[in-house]
């Protein structure tokens, strides 16, 4: 057994020495901690700069950056871990960062083209345009930390963490200091820290991309990736995608003013993440060992875990929102206060099914979850048209309550089938 601070103990070649013990978990919480405190700051300090119309730009951008992040994840980490190799090799970990290095370098491509596209046309790009050159190193420091779970060190995705906060703090401070504080510049301190959050993670793990592997390493994930991009590309419009049609359907600085409201109780992410770094491996080890029973019994666990830390956050931003938004974002923001309270009991009703989703993938089901989504998707676009054109911006976070509604009951209902008809047989 191996504890931080303690000489490891001997793997065989090009494996990884399992961190585990008490200190795992709190590993694992004071990095997703950091690691969403950064982009937190980041929504407050381009609002500060730029006041709601530059957050309301920041905030489509960021939204392509999930939509770009989740399919990343769902073509590598996710199947990676499922697939039930706790100690994966060098090698194979160097081919699925190489994997997520080539899907940074398409994303990047497609956004610079439809950046351009879009100026070209008169529409506003310029967010996009700036995100773009950073995509590699984003999704490369990403799948760095997710591997350090997987792997079972916490530990290095928290000094790669880190390294990413101080110099991308270091670099903001400087381009205040020069007084070009505007969106591209806030967004390339972003992608600065996240090359050398990198660069600590490669260097910790002793993992290098293996040029030759990526695209066969995709390939012979794509069986189960699959369902994992299928239940992301409805699960993405379902949760984010459709606030795209904010702008539209209001205006850019109304969806700066959403943006605020809803990322004043945006750090809850960091349960819903840490739940998923920590609970999807012991979802997996769970019905290894102990079957689909095994899962039933891990599922409400986890639940109650992660739904107990959501209630009391989100009951907190609630009742502090007046204060607090004017406080973290300027004076204007006070009116984003009703927006803050929908959006808090929005993601209490995602965390109430949180542990039977992982179970879920866990059993290698993405299917069902795939059928879910999709159902929610549709349910979220038509309310967010609907509501928004009578209530504005709080509509639109009352349509964001209807779909956590809608996803949080078929959830748990994908899994009662599960349990029904047993987990999917191991696909290597």
């Excluded at 700036?130 to 997987?150: K, M």
Aim: proline share 5%; hydrophobic share 55%.
């Amino acid at each position: 057994m191996t504890t931080v601070g303690s000489r490891p103990a001997p793997t065989a070649p090009g494996r990884h020495a399992p961190l585990r013990g008490p200190r795992g978990p709190a590993f694992a919480l004071a990095d997703q901690v950091l690691s969403s405190a950064s982009n937190f700051l980041l929504g407050v300090i381009v609002a500060r700069a730029g006041g709601a119309e530059a957050l309301g730009t920041f905030g489509v951008a960021f939204l392509v950056w999930l939509a770009v992040l989740g399919t990343s994840r769902a073509l590598i980490s996710e199947p990676m871990t499922v697939a039930g190799e706790p100690d994966a090799s060098r090698t194979e970990l160097g081919e699925g960062l190489a994997g997520s290095v080539l899907v940074g370098v398409a994303a990047a491509a497609v956004l610079g083209v439809a950046g351009l596209v879009l100026v070209l046309t008169g529409v506003g790009a310029g967010g996009l345009l700036a995100l773009a050159p950073w995509l590699p190193s984003l999704l490369a420091q990403d799948y760095c930390r997710g591997a350090a779970f997987r792997v079972g060190r916490p530990d290095h995705a928290l000094a790669s963490d880190a390294a990413f906060f101080l110099v991308q703090a270091a670099v903001t401070v400087a381009v205040f200091a020069t007084g070009v504080a505007n969106l591209t510049c806030l967004l390339a301190a972003w992608g600065v820290g996240a090359t050398v959050g990198m660069v600590v993670a490669m260097y910790l793990s002793r993992v290098r991309v293996v040029v030759a592997g990526p695209v066969a390493r995709l390939r012979a994930l794509w069986p189960r990736s699959r369902w994992f991009v299928a239940e992301f590309a409805t699960a993405f419009p379902a949760d984010q995608g459709y606030l795209l049609l904010l702008p539209l359907l209001l205006s850019t600085a109304e969806f700066g003013m959403y943006r605020a409201g809803a990322s004043l109780v945006g750090p809850v992410v960091v349960l819903f993440v840490a739940g998923g770094n920590v609970g999807l491996p012991s979802a997996v080890r769970s019905l290894r060992d102990g079957g689909v029973a095994g899962l039933a019994r891990f599922a409400p666990r986890l639940t109650a875990a992660v739904s107990g830390a959501t209630i009391v956050y989100c009951g907190l931003a609630a009742l502090l929102a007046e204060p607090l938004l004017p406080l973290a974002y300027g004076a204007d923001f006070a009116q984003a206060t009703t927006v803050t309270r929908v959006v808090a009991l929005q993601y209490v009703i995602y965390s109430l099914s949180f542990g039977w989703g992982v179970a879920t993938k866990a059993a290698d089901r993405m299917r069902r979850l795939w059928g879910v989504r999709l159902v929610s998707v549709v349910v979220s676009v038509a309310a967010v048209v609907l509501f928004t054109r009578d209530w504005g911006t709080t509509g639109a976070a009352f349509a964001g309550v209807a779909t956590a509604c809608v996803y949080s009951a078929g959830v748990v209902l994908a899994f009662r089938s599960v349990r029904r008809g047993g987990a999917h047989p191991r696909r290597r």
